[in-house]
């Protein structure tokens, strides 16, 4: 069974950082192909996605509103997926989500993941 746990979340002040880890376990996290993602959903908003990695084509991606401050990282070894978040801005607070694809083309989007965390919380005072 794929389980996905996301942890990191808090409290920071505009222009800090926060490291969120996704503990993936239920997979062959190194071997098995697939796209992990980061999103978040803030209150009375959408669900959306933010970064992806995928193992269809070697690419990570980002959301324009995140490029340069957010980096997506892998450890194979801790079967963790990590987003580092920098400069965060009071427009970032959301809980964020991990979610991965492994059926199907292995691409990062809200309603077509098969796996999903159930979230942290990151709250950004100005």
């Known amino acids: 069974q794929v389980q996905l746990v996301e942890s990191g979340g808090g409290l920071v002040q505009a222009g800090g950082s926060l490291r969120l880890s996704c503990v993936a376990s239920?997979?062959?996290?190194?071997?098995?192909?697939?796209?992990i993602g980061w999103f978040r959903q803030a209150p009375g908003k959408e669900r959306e996605g933010i970064s992806c990695t995928s193992d269809d084509d070697g690419r990570t991606s980002y959301v324009d509103s995140v490029k340069g401050r957010f980096t997506i990282s892998r450890d194979n070894a801790k079967k963790t997926v990590y987003l580092q978040m920098d400069n965060l801005k009071p427009e970032d607070t959301a809980v964020y989500y991990c979610?991965?694809?492994?059926?199907?083309?292995?691409?990062?989007?809200?309603?077509?993941?098969?796996?999903w965390g159930k979230g942290t919380q990151v709250i950004v005072s100005s």
């Open positions: 979610a991965i694809k492994m059926f199907g083309k292995q691409e990062c989007s809200v309603y077509g993941m098969d796996f």
């Open positions: 239920g997979f062959r996290f190194a071997l098995d192909y697939y796209a």
